[in-house]
């Protein structure tokens, strides 16, 4: 199971990006997915988790600022930012929990990272 995320880029404060990332593979089931991100000297955080059933949970920084979403039928999931401010700036990478049939494993994997920078 590969993730490839794209989407970032320089955005000004106030605007809006957002982010998509994929999973490809074959005999696999996506359960959770989510974003984290990287600031610049700073630890990885995350940012917003969604179950397979729609569940969602966030970060208190990106609440009501950020909306993470996924479409099950294309193993797709998604990270709507809005009202960017300077301290979004960040690495951001998508990862996601899969089951695999054959062989059976279950494992995390992560996406490559997409950088969002918002700045004037």
């Known amino acids: 199971v590969q993730l490839q995320a794209s989407g970032g880029g320089l955005v000004q404060p106030g605007g809006s990006l957002r982010l998509s990332c994929a999973a490809s593979?074959?005999?696999?089931?996506?359960?959770?997915m989510g974003w984290h991100r990287q600031a610049p000297g700073k630890q990885r955080e995350l940012v917003a988790t969604t179950t397979s059933d729609g569940g969602t949970d966030y970060a208190d920084s990106v609440k009501g600022r950020f909306t993470i979403s996924r479409d099950n039928a294309k193993n797709t999931v998604y990270l709507q930012m809005s009202s960017l401010k300077p301290e979004d700036t960040a690495v951001y990478y998508c990862?996601?929990?899969?089951?695999?049939?054959?062989?059976?494993?279950?494992?995390?994997?992560w996406g490559q990272g997409t950088r969002v920078t918002v700045s004037s």
């Open positions: 990862e996601a929990d899969y089951i695999q049939w054959d062989p059976l494993v279950t494992g995390r994997v």
């Open positions: 593979g074959s005999g696999f089931r996506i359960n959770a």
